[in-house]
Every structure is written in C-alpha cells, then in structure tokens.
C-alpha cells in the first residue's frame, strides 16, 4: 500500500536557519502530495500542495517539489521564526482520491530565538 | 464562517463500552473524513463519506462504523473499546471527496480506561 516516510524529529533550529525536512514517498499511480503543519494547540492545517510531477507548492515562504524520479518532497524554507515552531505532517493521496491521505509520523520542529 | 466542529472536545470510556463522536462540516462541504492520530504518530484514515454514501474507508475493524446526514454533519461509532483506541480522532470536511484540500477540525480526544 501507499507509504510516507520523513525525517524523525525532533529539528532543533535557530531561527533564520535554513530548514529542510526530509519526506519520500512509495505509491500506485500518480499521488498528489501535501504538507500540513500544527501548531501549538490547533488543528492541521494545509500548508502546500502539488499535483503532478515537477511542481512545486509554496505558502508562507514554505517550498516543496514534486520529484517522481526520486520519489519525494522535501519541505525547505529559506530562514525560520521561531512561529514556525510546529508538528509538519507530509501526506499524500491516490489517483482516485476516495481512500483519504496517508500520512507520515511527522516532524516536530523547535526554533529557538 | 465557522471551520469544522467537531464534539465533545474529550471523552473518557470504559474497556468495552461505546462512543458517539460528531463532526459537523464547513458550510458548503459535503464530504466528511474521519482520521485516528495516536500520540507520536500521524493521522491514519478510517473512513469518508460523501453526499451520505461511503466512499472509502481504511483498515480499521467492524468495530468502528459512521455515517452522515442530510445535512452533511457525520457521527462515528466505536464498539466495544479496547485501550488501544485511545487516541485524537480527527474529522476533515471538503467540497467534494476530493482527499488533498481537507480542512481539519480540533479532534476529540478519547482515552479509554
């Protein structure tokens, strides 16, 4: 069956540190891919999609690309705040789309001032 | 507008017991799916219905069962608990069954004793 694999946590980062979370992936057919992000105290949240091999989801300054070739989709930032502190789930769903998101463990990211 | 809601916020049971949880979807959203969350891990998907009909369900026993109504809201059932049910149970509403652009309620915190 579908799989999501990403990076144990937990990242600890100073903040305007670089970030990169780690997720691959193993799926029938052509998946879309997601990162949702929870933060402290709320529910899961959409952070960003893609669809199709080759795009590449951003929100927030948050980037992940679609790579089929090496089945993944790692979540990068640029520079962290210490707001991004949060649980970051990556997910994906099938090509038929009623079977719901399989998601992986997820990170627990930690930005220190 | 209201996000999805989702009720009672916790709940204890007793081994063997049985449990209501309720979830009722953004305006306009008529798929409803329902994810188990075990503490350190990530959701895992138990079922989705859309327009009052199942439309998947995950690898969960014949203990667990839903439903929605008319009016989209949806009820999840869970028979004869056991202590590994404990868990967050998340309910997830969109437009259409649909699996990536879900929108996550707070969840209902279940521990059974």
């Known amino acids: 069956g579908d799989s999501v694999t990403q990076m144990e946590g937990p990242v600890t980062l100073s903040e305007e540190a670089f970030l990169t979370i780690n997720c691959t992936y193993t799926a029938t057919g052509y998946p879309s891919l997601f990162w949702y992000v929870q933060y402290p105290g709320e529910g899961l949240q959409l952070l960003l999609k893609a669809t199709k091999a080759d795009d590449k989801g951003s929100n927030k300054g948050f980037e992940a690309t679609y790579r089929k070739e090496t089945t993944s989709f790692h979540l990068e930032k640029g520079s962290v705040q210490v707001s991004d502190s949060a649980v970051y789930f990556c997910?994906?769903?099938?090509?038929?789309?009623?079977?719901?998101?399989?998601f992986g463990k997820g990170t627990h990211l930690i930005i220190q001032p | 507008d209201a996000g999805v809601t989702q009720s009672p916020t916790h709940l204890i049971k007793t081994r063997g017991q049985h449990v209501t949880l309720r979830c009722s979807p953004i305006s306009g959203h008529k798929s409803v799916s329902w994810y188990q969350q075990v503490l350190g891990q990530g959701p895992q998907f138990i079922f989705q219905y859309y327009e009052k009909e199942e439309r998947g369900r995950g690898n969960f026993p014949d203990r667990f069962s839903a439903r929605q109504f008319p009016n989209y809201s949806s009820e999840l059932n869970v028979n004869a608990l056991l202590l590994g049910d404990s868990a967050l149970y998340l309910c997830?509403?969109?437009?259409?069954?649909?699996?990536?652009?879900?929108?996550f309620g707070p969840g209902t915190r279940l521990t059974v004793t």
């Open positions: 997910a994906l769903s099938g090509g038929g789309g009623a079977d719901g998101l399989t």
């Open positions: 997830a509403s969109s437009f259409q069954p649909q699996a990536g652009e879900q929108y």
